[in-house]
């Protein structure tokens, strides 16, 4: 066995270079024709998900191996080598068994425990075998892990320790309002760009946690409609299909959209998520939270406003009879009604982003407007400088309080933001007009789009960050205990699979040299009758077999040992076995396999 892997992932390179070196369908086609192309490798496969791209190989050399999988990750990738090379990991042998066993186990996944790896594995071997680029090595090898994988999942708790991607990413997104996920999911209006595997897996889990509505967008309507089809089947949550056109227009009746394309290119900018919050297309703003300072704004609610503390916002203005407020000069007016001041800076945000301008805050780029007004600024004029000026302020409103000091307003021109909202006891949130999950690789949604007040996004970067402190299940040391005890069980079979040809071959010869003595037998006794000659030749066969019977059987078991790979040759130098006949038992032993490489 000279398995070779060559690969980068979450843990050995960050999001924007995987996002880079993402392989589309058409690309891991070239890449597995090509690896075959290549001298050292025989058979191949590819391993691309969303957080990790590894290329296996069967090598006759391990350094020219290494050398050309590398290269051709590079070429396929987009990405140039001297640049690739730092994040790469090269495992060999029982080493790069036993890292595939562990990425089937989940042990190496961005979520600890998560399944879905296991569809994923058996894609990249599905893939191979249509393709004929994987041999009677890659096929035992994904074979195995996935069996390992499923053993893993039914002998210990580790889906405990984690779970799927999916549900993890709508655990953060239901995180800042504590809730569990149920509650937090129940009656909410859901986009799903995309339809495929993750997307519909997305779905389900949507459907399941007790969502009210999900819209599905995909580029073939006919997968989308069959999505809808399958989840109206359930029962749980009503579904329906819309073209990729209406995507934008869809974003502003939602609460949640969940994207995960083959998609290139952004599916969701910056433009169209700042739209979707700020249009008045949209349902109302999600209501705040019961720590609301001075009482529920809602009509009909009944409650009376509270005199607002230094740092938080006061009553909100009259509203004109026409719906709407004057907007400061160049900025769009924003709708009137709860939550009209949080509007006033989304207009902001999609008049800015519409021309397109950008402005600089501590360093970071922010889609915000290119002239805050003065009254834009969440700091009371008569508030202290340094940081206790910002205590209490939200998030959107340090935002608009960054622009509006990069611009150099005078301090004194400081006015208090309407509309902030703040959590009993707790540090000043902004509420969440539209949750954004993104399982891309490369990502669907702009990273920009989380400087937008209202919007909360989560992708696959914040989801590494985040289970990077996820404790570790007990189980754990069950599957790395599973793990080890399977890759030494895989190596030895492979081991001893490497001696079998030689034992055909040596008892290949063994019965020629009966026949050949049988024949010389019949020439000097040919009045023996057929019954006698059949009894001496059966006798001599019994003769050669239990003289072959043990050393054969040892030499197996001392085979599958490590550094085994010897007796092999010890066998063919003492028996004066012909290289080429021993080759061509291992060329037959190919051709029966229906995964072969061609």
């Known amino acids: 066995m000279s398995l070779l892997v060559v690969g980068l992932s979450h843990r050995s390179a960050p999001v924007s270079v995987l996002e880079r070196a993402a392989l589309s369908a058409d690309t891991k086609v070239k ?13 191949a496969a590819v391993l691309a998900t969303c957080n990790r791209i590894e290329l296996y190989a069967d090598v006759d050399k391990f350094h020219a191996g290494v050398a050309e999988l590398s290269t051709l990750l590079a070429q396929h990738s987009g990405v140039a080598l001297e640049e690739l090379t730092p994040y790469l990991y090269v495992h060999y042998e029982d080493r790069a068994v036993h890292h595939l066993f562990s990425v089937a186990c989940g042990l190496d996944s961005m979520v600890v425990g998560e399944g879905q790896i296991l569809g994923q594995i058996k894609d990249a071997l599905a893939l191979g075998q249509e393709l004929h680029t994987a041999g009677r090595l890659i096929n035992d090898l994904f074979q195995q892990a ?24 709508l655990e953060q997104l239901a995180l800042p309002g504590g809730e569990p996920v149920e509650k937090w999911a129940a009656g909410k209006r859901v986009l799903v760009i995309g339809a495929g595997s993750m997307s519909s897996l997305a779905a389900a889990t949507l459907a399941r946690v007790g969502v009210g509505e999900i819209v599905v967008a995909n580029r073939t309507s006919a997968r989308a409609e069959r999505l809808v089809e399958i989840l109206a089947a359930t029962g749980t949550a009503a579904a329906r299909s819309i073209p990729m056109s209406a995507v934008a227009e869809e974003l502003g009746r939602v609460d949640v959209a969940v994207s995960c394309t083959g998609a290139t290119g ?44 230094r740092g938080s916002a006061p009553d909100p203005a009259p509203r004109t009879p026409t719906g709407l407020e004057t907007a400061p000069a160049g900025l769009e007016a924003a709708p009137a009604g709860p939550g009209g001041a949080e ?6 945000l999609a008049a800015v982003a519409r021309a397109g301008r950008r402005i600089a805050d501590a360093g970071a780029a922010r889609t915000l407007t290119a002239a805050v007004a003065p009254e ?11 940081r206790a000026a910002l205590a209490g302020v939200d998030a959107g409103s340090l935002e608009l309080h960054g622009a509006w000091a990069d611009q150099g307003e005078a301090a004194a021109q400081r006015q208090p933001r309407r509309g902030a909202v703040v959590r009993a006891g707790a540090d000043l949130v902004a509420p969440v007009r539209l949750a954004l999950l993104d399982l891309a690789m490369p990502r669907d949604i702009d990273a920009a789009v989380h400087r937008i007040p209202g919007v909360r996004l989560v992708d696959i970067e914040s989801l590494a960050e985040a289970s990077a402190d996820a404790p570790m299940a007990a189980d754990v040391d069950a599957v790395r205990g599973i793990v080890a005890d399977e890759v030494a069980a895989f190596g030895a079979a492979q081991r001893a699979a490497h001696i079998t040809p030689t034992v055909v071959a040596l008892r290949a010869m063994a019965a020629e040299v009966v026949a050949a003595e049988v024949t010389r037998l019949d020439g000097r006794l ?13 006798t001599v066969r019994r003769v050669v077999d239990k003289l072959l019977h043990a050393p054969t059987v040892r030499v197996k078991q001392l085979a599958s040992e490590p550094g085994g790979a010897g007796y092999a040759d010890a066998l063919r130098e003492l028996f004066d076995l012909d290289p080429q006949t021993v080759a061509a038992v291992s060329q037959a032993d190919k051709n029966d396999d229906p995964g072969r490489a061609s």
């Open 526 to 538: 040919p009045e023996l009758d057929e019954r006698q000659r059949a009894e001496v030749t059966q």
């Open 31 to 43: 890449l597995l024709h090509d690896t075959l192309a290549a001298e050292p490798a025989t058979e």
């Open 266 to 309: 952004l599916v969701l900018t910056a433009d169209d998520v700042a739209a979707a919050v700020a249009g008045p297309a949209g349902p109302a703003p999600t209501p705040p939270s019961p720590g609301y300072p001075w009482g529920d704004p809602r009509p009909g609610t009944g409650a009376q406003p509270r005199t607002p503390s």
């Open 146 to 169: 996935l069996r390992v994988g499923k053993r893993a999942h039914s002998e210990t708790g580790i889906d405990r320790a984690g779970q799927s991607l999916v549900t993890f990413g």
């Open 376 to 386: 834009g600024c969440p700091v009371g004029p008569d508030a202290p400088d340094g």
């Open 343 to 348: 509007l006033d800076a989304l207009a902001r």
